[in-house]
């Protein structure tokens, strides 16, 4: 049995931040080369500006 990581090395692993959100494809989830309003460079679907 392994022993559960630290917390710290959690954290340092991170994701991208949320800011990142608003340029996700909701067709197929692709992210965007620009901030909305802007067209899936992908598969075209409009992103709209929130």
Request: aromatic fraction near 2%; charged fraction near 30%.
């Amino acid at each position: 049995m392994t022993s559960p990581r630290p917390a710290r090395a959690a954290q340092e692993e991170g994701g991208d931040d949320a800011c990142w959100l608003r340029r996700v494809c909701p067709a197929c989830g692709r992210i965007a080369d620009e901030d909305p309003p802007t067209r899936c460079p992908a598969c075209g679907e409009e992103l709209p500006a929130e």
